[in-house]
C-alpha cells in the first residue's frame, strides 16, 4: 500500500488516490491494547465486530529483559465501506 501524501494519525484518515483526488479511500486506524498470553478470544471479537475490510495488523513491539520481545498493542487499519 503506498500512500501519496499526508501523515500517519490515530482516527479517521482519508487517503486521495487516483488523478487528482478523484476517488477517495477512508481508513480508521484503531489501537488495540493486549497481553498476549491473555487477550486472543477479545482481539477476535474486536476483529469480527468491525463492518469494514482490515486492510493491515501493526503490532508495536518492545523488548524485555534478557532480550524477548513483547507486543504492546496492535493498530488495526480498517477499510471503510
Do not use: C
Amino acid at each position: 500500500m503506498s500512500f501519496v501524501s499526508g501523515t500517519f494519525q490515530i482516527g479517521a484518515v482519508t487517503v486521495p488516490v487516483g488523478v487528482r483526488g478523484v476517488d477517495e479511500m477512508k481508513y480508521k486506524v484503531h489501537r488495540f491494547e493486549m497481553r498476549m498470553t491473555e487477550d486472543e478470544t477479545r482481539l477476535e471479537e474486536f476483529l469480527n465486530s468491525l463492518e469494514g475490510e482490515v486492510v493491515a495488523i501493526v503490532p508495536n513491539t518492545t523488548m524485555t529483559l534478557f532480550t524477548t520481545a513483547k507486543v504492546d498493542f496492535l493498530l488495526i487499519i480498517e477499510k471503510l465501506v
